[in-house]
Every structure is written in structure tokens, then in C-alpha cells.
């Protein structure tokens, strides 16, 4: 079935830092979207991407979907301790379900 | 805080015990999901009701049996639960039945631990 494949897992920054992470899947996405879930808390919407090539700027966040729809980034400027958190992507082909990668971890180092 | 309200928020029960999770949302949507989400599995789609019918069952074991008897309500009846089936259970709601043209609203989640 669909998979959609997110990296890193974890990724530690010192505040001030960049982070991106990654999100790549075998077959073409209809639309890609972005959530974060805080420590405790459970996922947020942050975005949907639907073009080839679109990038949409969210303050800090950048979102960025593939020219091939087949891969997304998202990327957070001077990171701040508030940015701690789960970051998931998700897709879907079609009209099926949304597929969640694994998501990444942030940890943010004050 | 989302419009989508779990209850309860904890649930301990042993391997024998018959229990159910409930989710009420109070945005209009369509849409209504089960997720289960674990360590080593985050967010494992389980069940998608779209206006109230079952469009979606990820081989969910028989031991989960959904319910929606309405659009705003979708409930999880629980029995006879495995030690690894502990994990916290979301519930999510969307507009509209194309089911992933819309952002998903989640609940605050359900943890669940089996003994």
C-alpha cells in the first residue's frame, strides 16, 4: 500500500538553529499535509500543499511540495523553544485516506 | 479547544473487561476517524465513517468494533484487548467526504492501557 516516508526521526537544535525535515513517497500525492503535535498534545493542522513546486511560508515555516508531488519539506528559520514538537506529514492518491509518515521529532536546546 | 471532544481521557482495563471510547464533534463535518497511536506505530489510520458509512478498515482486529450512529458522533467498543493494544486513541473529523481535500481536526485523545 501507499507509504509515506518522513526523516529524520529525531533532530536536536540549539535555539536559533535551522530544521528541516523530509517527506518522500514511492507513488504521486494528490495533496500533501503538515501537522505538529506538541509533547502531550495531539496533531495540529499546519498546512496543505496541493501544486507541483508550491512553497508556502507560514512566519518561520517554510513548506515546500515537489515538482514530481512526490516529496515535501517543511523548514523552520531560527528555531525557537516553542517549536518543540512532532512534526507529521501526510498524504494520499486519489481520493483515499491520508497515509501519516512516522513523523520527526524536534527537541529545541535553550 | 478543536471541536472535537474524547471521552474518556484515561481508560485502564484488563483483558477481559468490555468498554467503549467516545468522540463527539461540534463542527459540521462529514468525515469521522479512528487513529491508534503507539511508539512504535504513530498514527495507524483504524476506522473512516463518511457520512456515517464505513469507508475504511485498515484490518483492524475484530476486538475494535466502531460505531457511528451519526454524523457528529462516532464511539470504539472495546473487549477482550491485548496488553499491546495500549496506546492513545485519536479520533479526527474532516469537511466534506472527499476524504483528504480537507484538514483533520483531532481530538485531545483517549490513553489507553491494558492489563
Redesign the interface.
Known sequence: GQQVMQIPQYQHVQEGEDFTTYCNSSTTL??I?W?KQRPG?????LI?LVKSGEVKKQKRLTFQFGEAKKNSSLHITATQTTDVG?Y?C???EG??????G??TRLSVIA | E?GVTQTPRHLVMGMTNKKSLKCEQHLGHNAM?WYKQSAK???E?MF?YSLEERV?NNSVPSRFSPECPNSSHLFLHLHTLQPEDSALY?C?SSQGI????Y???????TRLTVT
Open positions: 494528490s495533496n499535509q501537522y498534545g495531539h496533531p495540529v493542522f496543505q512532532t507529521f501526510a498524504g494520499n481520493n483515499t485516506p491520508l497515509v501519516f512516522k513523523g | 478543536t476517524y506505530k504513530p498514527l489510520l473512516v475504511e485519536l479526527a472527499r476524504l483528504a481535500a484538514e483533520q481536526y483531532f481530538g485531545p485523545g
